[in-house]
């Protein structure tokens, strides 16, 4: 079992730009989170994905977007990049219902994203 | 809604010493709280988590917490210190039956001192 896996690892991108971040859960996973991680922070939560619908948003902009497709992998976009999105991006899995449903999240190594 | 707060943003060890990271929670319903690792460059790994039942739980690598509602606190704790302990930890809690999102703290950095 890969576990979660991000693509890319590393990625840099001017201000103004867009970007897409890639998720694949873990095996048996149907449920994806993204969080947001600054220099120096803890994570913070962007939003949540089940059966292809966004079913949970922090307290993120709406150039913050993602999607689900039907293998339960999942995408992060962001539009018009600012200085302050640089960060390390993680997502993490989860399954819906059975054991480790409410508990357990497993995240992935992240992709850290450099705005310049 | 629920918070985190980390005591110390860093916290320096000797190797074998105890170590103690401080974690206290708000939450106006039942928490889930857990514990993550993380080393340089990797994501979070799990250490160890309280749902329910015994307020002592034991993880990974010899770290255990306790959860006490009256202090509102989930500390986490390890006898003896290696030098490969050294990473960041972070507290985080849910909540209880509808673990969606994790409200993580800021985190305390842990050095281990030959």
């Known amino acids: 079992d890969a576990g979660v896996t991000q693509s890319p690892t590393h990625l840099i991108k001017t201000r103004g730009q867009q970007v897409t971040l890639r998720c694949s859960p873990k095996?048996?996973?149907?449920?994806v989170s993204w969080y947001q991680q600054a220099l120096g922070q803890g994570p913070q939560f962007i939003f949540q994905y089940y059966e292809e619908e966004e079913r949970q948003r922090g307290n993120f902009p709406d150039r913050f977007s993602g999607h689900q497709f039907p293998n339960y992998s999942s995408e992060l976009n962001v539009n018009a990049l600012l200085l302050g999105d640089s960060a390390l991006y993680l997502c993490?899995?989860?399954?819906?219902?059975?054991?480790?449903?409410?508990?357990?999240?497993?995240f992935g190594q992240g992709t850290r994203l450099t705005v310049v | 809604a629920q918070s985190v707060t980390q005591l110390g943003s860093h916290v320096s060890v000797s190797e074998g010493a105890l170590v103690l990271l401080r974690c206290n929670y708000s939450?106006?319903?039942?928490?889930?709280l857990f514990w993550y690792v993380q080393y340089p460059n990797q994501g979070l790994q799990l250490l160890l988590k309280y749902t329910t039942g015994a307020t002592l739980v034991k993880g990974i690598n010899g770290f255990e917490a306790e959860f006490k509602k009256s202090e509102t606190s989930f500390h986490l704790t390890k006898p003896s210190a290696h030098m490969s302990d050294a990473a960041e930890y972070f507290c985080a809690v849910t909540r209880s039956g509808s673990a969606r999102q994790l409200t993580f703290g800021s985190g305390t950095q842990l050095t281990v001192l030959p």
């Open positions: 095996s048996g996973h149907d449920t």
């Open positions: 939450s106006s319903v039942p928490p889930y």
């Open positions: 993490a899995s989860r399954p819906d219902r059975g054991p480790g449903w409410n508990t357990e999240a497993f």
